[in-house]
């Protein structure tokens, strides 16, 4: 076997990593039943590298951690305590790597706490718990279990100090995650456990203002379970004073006035008992009302809601659901713009961001919702310089956290964001990093193409709006001539020397630098076509030769002999600006033969020429005045189905010029004449070496033959043509042959071998 | 007159005249002037119903010149009805019309053997005629066959005949023929032991190498002469199994109006590659005509074939093959090309005339054409602007085509000029967008600010031009990243 095979059957290994994979599943099942320490081990092996290999993949996350428990109970607390703590620090470990990754994977919060508890103790589990709902606010579940784990931490403390420093402590978590997830519709039992923590407090809930308060922001809370709140609150509101109970009202004295008005009272203290409780009831029932209609618009939406959790199991439900959080989002919209005053904008502002913030739960992935955020904070009331920084930190919890790097557009949008506000700098500088992301590199997988020349466009587009007119036009030109001049690696390497010797005054420098050192060949023709029009869009007469010496220098280099905007521009410069059809029809040529150019591209540029030659016929004729005949381009017909190299004169040349047998065979006759050769001519006929390449093949496709038997007089040839008319008819010479004894060989199958 | 007493035929000849392009009603038009309402036609039919049955033939044939068989059977109604002048040139004609069809030939020579008088040397005149034209095809056994025959059956009137045959013998076991083994047969028996002669060998053997060879011992002669003869077998079959790879993919060797499979086209054009590397220019020629007489409807063909002929500057042939085309193919791209032929060997007014005929004839004119005419016109007063803008302007009322536009910028006119007629058309064509584009392309050359028409053509071009216009737009330009994030966020 040869090199080639080698390196191809190896390949062919890795093609079918499912096979091996599942082989050492069962070992694993075989070495947990018989739990022999080898198979232990080699089940231990498997799982990491089957996380490693499949790193989405929970199921296979919950079994590594599951084993490893096991191996750590399976250690003696005391004898071999070094190696059971590496283990644990293993555990935490690959618990933080996964959960920075996905931070919205809820269960494995949950396990990474029960770990820690269980290895290390309740308060570095309370730490995690508390890590958990810094990182995923949102999550209702963590939240209750951190709290829960809060609670009883308060409950087993003796000291009264510092009982109370932890009772003001829980307060205030409770309050900041009623304040993060109070408006979640689900959120009842979040509610439910702050009540239930104040009621534990002091002396019964009807004299407890703390409870009677929490309870009433419940009330005016649209959630699934609003009549419970309402039921409680009627039994106990009347223990509390007027004032207690208009605790949520913006303007208390506008509603006792209200009041006053309708019982015809000039002041509170006139009220009786029976009339302030007819007033509370009234005002309960109205918040009531108010919030039983709000619930009910929001159950159209809310009842729909399937998958409100980040799962990688049910991605795909998660996105058929996606336009249903949209609408919802829409819904919600809509009341913040309608609201009509200050204290209803408020209540629907976070309204709506609590919906879009559990909507990214699930689809945390998708851009789209990331924009919907974006967009409606920009909507928004909030300063310029707030919105700002708020959307800011939006954006880069999307680029650097959630959306993966192959979906660019909420990236780009993020650049479009930046010079939105005047921050053409960090633009460019994020720019930049985004252009190192995508662009190709040799120790680097995922050359994203299409992305990583939009970072070009753009970078040139901040450039525009940084730099004059005429130190753009230097900038590029400099560039080109760098990135042409001394070839790629040369580049590289002078700009990594020269970068070290910078002058500090000049800010654009290092930026030009590092844009320079990930150029590639795609990129650098965006840069031409970029300074070619702004060289043409100057429109000095001087600009003009300046273009004409461009092509003449540049025309041939391999990046440029691909470009279909470089060639695209000359047409249209020469064709359609200058109307020289002298020029262009030296350009159509030069796309002919000394292009890399797709041949759809070459038809498409022949046929553009012909159009415009058509339409200066007098200045074609003048050009070839002494022939007697106009343009032999005007005749040519490529954008026709057939692709016959036999007929197709110019497209047999182009492929001649390129084709690998053919340079093959020059390379080997310019061996032969090792140091004889002086001209650049050509050492064989590349066209006829073609033609004779197609002919061997012509009837046999795929099996060349070269020699076939041939009568060499054949009568056949037009020069021994032979007319009947005459009346003296010469006979015809005996036949003589050529290869006859080749017609009866075999023939040479290409081998398999 | 009894044309209106065949109702039938009456009423698929007015049919006809407006569906001239059916070929299903033109065959029943024949069928019921062959019937003549159940009466058939003979000799003693009316010359009235004889001239039914004679223009439906003659029409049905000028739609479609390719029907072989048709024009065969047109002679031969000619023939029956004694009308020997008629059915003759009936079948000039049809030979006009396909030069290259090899039933035509075999049935108008079998004609013309068959009603020989003293113009035995015509007909030999002929067969020669016919020998360069599908001399070369792969089925022409039978024209052979009837050729061989021929010299043989009248080498009793023309003794120079006896030779000829033995030479075309010769010749024809040279070529690659589909019954190349008929003629290795009738060959080998002449030269075999028993039937070898003096009169086979002089007429085989030319004079210079009998003497190398012992007449006297015949069988020697034989043997030797077998020898030789075996290797022209080995390679004419080793010729005849290399064409058979692509005769025996192609099907269909006749016309029709259906459609050919791309296998087929595909066929035929690796089948003509074959012959231009492997065979000399008749060869090649007879191939394109073969494959024209089934494909004439496809324009590539035609078009391949007349380039192959520009290739070699045989320009008037080129010409004439484009014409002969333009007959059966009404595909306008056969008269570009010949329209560009014309341009080429400058003669203008040939290429004038053509586009002036077609316009009048045609209600539909493709822009390829009209994109010749002002090229033309423009040849014929290349400074007057005025001029050429007028017919721009006519033209584009007349046809509304918006391609016109784009055309334009080609012409080195003063860009001014041209914006300013661009203008005239504003309101007409502000929903077209190669309108858009071109007038995008004349503000940029013009260095007039564009971002107005950005504005303009929102409303005007439907959503999806519009995209493609604001690719356009932005294509030599720096995205403005800030007006493109009040766009998004719909400021």
Known sequence: ?753 | MNVIENKEWSQTSKELITDPYNLKKWQKLIKEAENNEGHGINKISSPEEIEVLRQSYRQMLKWYPLLTWYWIRFAEWEFKLDNYQEALSVFEEAIQAMPYSIELWVKYLEFRIKTIGDDLQDILKLFETARRRIGYHFHSHEFYKLYLSFLKNYASVDESFTKKYYVLLRIVIEIPLYHYDYFFKTFFSHISESNISEEVVVNIVPEKELNSMNTKDMKLVSSKLKKIFTDVYITTQYKVYSLFYFEKKITRHYFDVSYISQQELGTWENYIDFMLLNYSFHYVITTFERCLIATANYPRFWIQYADYLINLKMYSSARETLKRGLWVNKNFKLLVKLIDLEIYLQNFSAARDLITSYIKLNKFIPTEIHERLLGLEHLVAPDDIEHMLQIFRELIKETKNDYLFSILLNYPFPDVQIETFMEEFQEQFSSSFVFAKSQLYIYQKLQKDTSNLITHYESKLSPKNFEEFKKYYYLNKEVDLKKLFEQEMKL
């Open chain 1, 1 to 753: 076997m040869t090199d080639e095979d080698n390196r191809l059957s190896s390949e062919e290994k890795n093609d079918h990593p499912s096979d091996t994979v599942t082989s050492h599943i069962n070992e694993r099942r075989v070495g947990l039943n018989t739990a022999s320490n080898d198979s232990s081990t080699d089940t231990w092996d498997t799982i990491q590298k089957e996380i490693s290999l499949e790193p989405e993949n929970i199921a296979k996350w919950d079994s590594f951690f599951e084993i490893l428990e096991e191996k750590i109970d399976a250690l003696d607390k005391d004898e071999e305590y070094v190696r059971r703590k590496d283990f644990i620090k293993l555990g935490n470990e690959k618990y933080r790597s996964l959960l920075s990754k996905y931070p919205y994977l809820t269960s494995i919060w949950k396990n990474f706490s029960i770990f820690v508890f269980k290895y290390e103790g309740m308060e570095k589990s309370i730490d995690i718990l508390r890590t958990s709902v810094e990182q995923f606010p949102r999550s209702l579940d963590l939240w209750l279990d951190y709290l829960s784990a809060l609670i009883t931490e308060y409950h087993g403390t003796i000291e009264v100090d510092k009982k109370n420093e932890r009772k003001d402590y829980l307060r205030v978590q409770f309050d900041l995650a009623i304040d993060i997830n109070g408006f979640n519709f689900h959120s009842d039992p979040l509610w439910d456990k702050y009540l239930e923590f104040e009621a534990a407090q002091g002396q019964g809930k009807e004299s407890n203002i703390r409870y009677f308060y929490i309870l009433l922001r419940a009330n005016k809370t649209p959630l699934y379970q609003y009549a419970r709140y309402y039921k409680e609150t009627s039994e106990i509101n009347k223990e509390f004073s007027l004032l207690d109970n208009f605790f949520m009202e913006p303007d208390k004295d506008a509603l006792i006035n209200k009041y006053l008005k309708l019982f015809k009272k000039n002041t509170e203290e006139e009220f009786s008992t029976v009339e302030l409780h007819q007033i509370i009831d009234d005002y309960s029932y109205n918040i009531f009302l108010n919030t039983q209609s709000l619930v009910n618009e929001l159950w159209t939406y809310e009842s729909v809601l399937k998958f409100p959790d980040f799962s990688f199991n049910t991605i795909a439900d998660i996105r058929e659901e996606s336009p249903k959080w949209m609408t919802y989002i829409e819904y919600e919209k809509s009341k913040y713009e309608t609201a009509d005053n200050d204290a209803d904008k408020k209540f629907w502002y976070k309204s709506t961001i609590s919906v879009i913030e559990r909507s990214l739960v699930p689809n945390c992935t998708d851009y789209k919702f990331w924009l919907k955020y974006v967009d409606f904070v920009h909507h928004s009331f909030t300063t310029e310089q707030e919105k700002f920084e708020e959307l800011r930190k939006i954006y880069e919890r999307a680029i650097y956290r959630f959306v993966p790097s192959d979906d660019n557009h909420i990236r780009f949008h993020f650049i479009k964001f930046l010079m939105f506000y005047n921050k053409p700098k960090l633009a460019l500088e994020y720019t930049m990093d985004l252009m190192k992301a995508t662009g190709f590199s040799e120790n680097k997988e995922g050359y994203q193409k299409n992305d990583y020349l939009t970072c070009i466009s753009y970078a040139l587009s901040i450039w525009n709006t940084l730099l004059s007119k005429q130190k753009l036009t230097e900038v590029l030109e400099n560039i080109i001539q760098r990135y042409f001049d001394s070839g790629e690696k040369l580049r590289k390497q002078n700009a990594r020397e020269e970068k070290s010797e910078e002058k500090e005054s000049d800010v654009e420098e290092p930026d030009i630098r590092t844009f320079e050192t990930s150029l590639n060949e795609q990129a650098i023709c965006v840069v031409v076509n970029c300074y070619l029009t702004r060289l043409l869009d100057s429109r000095k007469p001087s600009t003009i030769i300046k273009i004409r010496k461009f092509y003449n220098k540049y025309r041939a280099e391999p990046a440029l002999r691909i470009s279909v905007k470089f060639w695209k521009f000359f047409v249209d410069f020469e064709g359609l600006v200058t109307h020289n059809t002298i020029n262009l029809k030296k350009i159509i040529s030069d796309i002919e033969y000394d292009t890399n150019l797709p041949k759809i591209i070459v038809d498409s540029f022949l046929d553009i020429a012909r159009d415009i030659l058509i339409s200066n016929l007098p200045s074609v004729l003048e050009s070839n005045a002494n022939t007697g005949r106009s343009e032999e381009l005007l005749l040519t017909n490529y954008s026709d189905e057939s692709s016959s190299l036999v007929l197709a004169k110019g497209w047999r040349k182009r492929i001649s010029d390129n084709n690998f047998l053919i340079q093959n065979l020059e390379d080997s006759k310019a061996a032969k004449q090792h140091g004889k050769q002086t001209s650049n001519q050509s050492l064989i006929n590349k066209e006829d070496e073609l033609l004779k390449l197609i002919k061997s093949h012509a009837d046999h496709p795929g099996i060349p033959i070269s020699q076939r038997p041939e009568i060499t007089n054949s009568l056949i040839y037009e020069e021994n043509w032979i007319n009947l008319n005459d009346h003296e008819v010469p006979v015809p010479p005996l036949p003589s042959f050529k290869n006859v004894e080749k017609a009866s060989l075999p023939i040479n199958y290409p081998s398999e071998t």
